[in-house]
């Protein structure tokens, strides 16, 4: 076998490892209103965003954009993002791999309901500077959920660097519009459908349990 089909290999089981332990949230408690409707005038507006951020965006942040292309803990707030240090991004690694398979598992749904089409699929004057996603699917935006999710989560663990970490979790959203992945409204939704996992999560016990034992 290649080695970039092993990796390929390795990767679908570690999301698969990853999801299955993912903490428990109930999708009837949590609410996305659905995107605007093509043609409409908020998708156009999400388009007039779009060909902004296509026009002005540099080389450079494209860069930075397509290191996150795979929203892992690591990407988004790793040693070599210059967030987390090597010894704090180790002691919450696995940590961080459960926060992210708990998000995407509670965005996927709406995905499959919206089945909103990719910027760039919907319009092919919109050229992404970033990988394109696996799936064709675009709101509500998951790494806009999981870059709030775990910002919110580690700025508890390490309260001194809060600032950046919210700030960070935040850019995960933009990046995405600014490499032409994702619609701004599918952000907005990701962001809003963040912060009603996060009160999921503060009513479970297992979610409280680990983060309680990571705090300084």
């Given at each position: 076998m290649k080695f970039k089909q092993l990796v390929v290999v390795f990767t679908v089981m570690a999301c698969q490892l990853s999801a299955e332990a993912a903490w428990q949230i109930n999708p009837a408690n949590l609410r996305v209103p659905a995107p605007p409707a093509p043609g409409s005038p908020?998708?156009?507006?999400?388009?007039?965003?779009?060909?902004?951020?296509?026009?002005?965006?540099?080389?450079?942040?494209?860069?930075?954009?397509?290191?996150?292309?795979?929203?892992?803990?690591?990407?988004?707030?790793?040693?070599?993002?210059?967030?987390?240090?090597?010894?704090?991004?180790?002691?919450?690694?696995?940590?961080?791999g459960e926060v992210v398979a708990t998000v995407d598992k509670a965005v996927a749904p709406f995905k499959r309901r919206f089945t909103r089409e990719r910027p760039y699929d919907e319009n092919s004057d919109i050229r992404p500077c970033v990988r394109k996603p696996g799936g064709a699917l675009s709101y509500p935006s998951s790494h806009a959920a999981i870059g709030v999710v775990l910002g919110d989560v580690l700025a508890q663990i390490f309260p001194d660097k809060q600032d950046q970490l919210h700030r960070e979790g935040q850019r995960v959203g933009e990046n995405r519009v600014l490499g032409g992945v994702h619609h701004p409204s599918?952000?907005?939704?990701?962001?809003?459908?963040?912060?009603?996992?996060?009160?999921?999560?503060?009513?479970?016990?297992d979610f409280l349990s680990a983060l309680q034992a990571l705090k300084h």
């Open positions: 908020g998708d156009q507006k999400d388009f007039e965003i779009l060909f902004q951020y296509q026009e002005k965006r540099t080389d450079e942040e494209c860069r930075a954009a397509n290191l996150q292309s795979i929203p892992s803990l690591a990407a988004l707030f790793g040693p070599q993002t210059g967030v987390l240090t090597e010894e704090e991004f180790a002691a919450v690694e696995e940590f961080g599918d952000v907005v939704a990701g962001r809003k459908l963040a912060l009603q996992i996060e009160g999921e999560l503060q009513k479970n016990s």
